[in-house]
């Protein structure tokens, strides 16, 4: 009750230089929450600026606001921009991640900042790091959360229809499009009020979904084809792609988001895993089903973390490599992988 009184002050005093920042490989609900929260500051009288630590995937521009967007490891000028604003800044909000230091460079400059701290998530496992933090793992997004937020405000007649696009992207996204155990009644009665701004749902959807380049539906398609393996004793699915392969069907950031979800899709599939060969490592996606919690594995054995049913996680070492330790650890989990009920 304390901090919402002092959060009121803050977000209703006079104008304050306000950045916000969210995480590496932004998703939907990252850009979105983060624009919606920009453009809703905006119309409490503060400046805002929105800054993501590498480019968003490109079926997520159309985003009102997104030209405004500082991508930090764009070039020298945006790195120099955006450190000269976070040192600047009154306020640093961080949205829809939990530690400053999984976005590095960006995040100890935040780190460093004087300004006061804001965290928006629904991770599990919050750093302590902010003044006003804000952690619900029972919120389906970070931008189902703003929406709450701007609406305990009492600002709910401030969200107008280009406020409404980004935080209902956001939703829809982390909740599979109102598919996955997290769509709860709020999420809907989120929705509803959103709508009644005049967003367009569908517009959302297609501007997001069907606006995939021919190399992503090859590349979809060869995955699913070549590169999937099914493990029925362990109910789970893997699939790999290495440098060459992104690079044979000319992919681009994003391109890969999503995939991971066609294994879960399977009958009889309790846990899916995506491999994926980057520069400098070799990048987990999770995705499980019921109670089959991912999150513990991705951080027992591949440095990482996330929800119970979408975790994520790295190794250094090569793609078979990976693999291999992918299939060591399965048999721990072999008795809890055929007792979900599907
Ligand atoms: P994705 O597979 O889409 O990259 O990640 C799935 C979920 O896990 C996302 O919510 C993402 O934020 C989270 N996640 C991915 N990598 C990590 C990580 O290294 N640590 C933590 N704590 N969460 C992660
Ligand atoms: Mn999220």
Known sequence: MQQWNAFYELINSDSKRFVILTHQNPD????????????????????????????????????PDYAEVITFDQNAQTVAQSKKLLQEADVICCLDFNALHRIKGLGS??????????????????????????????????????????????????????MAECL???IMTDTGSFRHGNTTPEVHLA?????????????????????????????????????????????????????????????????????????LSLENVVMAVLLIERRDEIKLSFRSVQDFSVRELANKYFSGGGHKNAS?????????????????ILPEYQTQLLNVEK
């Open 28 to 63: 939907a609900d990252a850009i979105g929450s983060s624009l919606g929260w920009k453009l809703y500051l905006q119309k409490k009288g503060h400046t805002a600026t929105v800054i993501v630590p590498n480019e968003c995937p490109s079926n997520l521009r159309w985003m």
């Open 109 to 162: 400059l935040a780190q460093s900042s004087e300004a006061t701290k804001i965290l928006i998530d629904h991770h599990l496992e919050p750093e302590p790091f902010a003044d006003f933090a804000f952690s619900d793992t029972t919120k389906a997004a970070t931008a189902q959360y703003i929406w709450e937020i701007i609406k305990q405000m009492g600002d709910a007649e401030l969200v107008d229809k280009p």
């Open 168 to 170: 209902y992207a956001g």
């Open 191 to 263: 929705v509803a009020d959103l709508m009644r701004t005049g967003l367009n749902t569908n517009y959302v959807h297609r501007a997001i979904f069907d606006n995939n380049s021919l190399g992503r539906t090859r590349l979809l398609g060869y995955v699913l084809s070549e590169k999937l393996t099914w493990l029925p004793e362990y109910r789970t699915v893997y699939m790999t792609l290495s440098l060459e392969e992104l690079k044979r069907f000319n992919s681009e950031i994003g391109d890969t988001e999503g995939i991971v979800n066609f294994g």
């Open 312 to 328: 994520g996680g790295r190794t250094s070492t090569s793609l078979p490599e990976t693999v291999n330790l992918l299939l060591s």
